[in-house]
């Protein structure tokens, strides 16, 4: 019996990482302002405009 390593992209694990390895990356949906936003590459996501958003006080929450 195999198994399967699962993550997602919240872990902030380097995407050239988890690609080189198998990791199977399950998208980190968010919403800031009512705008549903998805991070499919750890690389792309801009955390610190996400956290900057939630210091100002803005609308934010994740899909959980």
């Known amino acids: 019996m195999g198994f399967r390593i699962v993550t997602d992209t919240s872990a902030n694990l380097p995407t050239p990482w988890l690609d080189a390895h198998k990791v199977q990356t ?4 968010y919403i800031v302002q009512e705008q549903e936003l998805t991070c499919m590459d750890t ?3 801009d955390g610190k405009a996400y956290y900057d958003a939630m210091r100002a006080g803005e609308d934010v929450s994740t899909s959980q």
């Open 26 to 29: 399950i998208p980190f949906i």
């Open 43 to 45: 690389e792309a996501f």
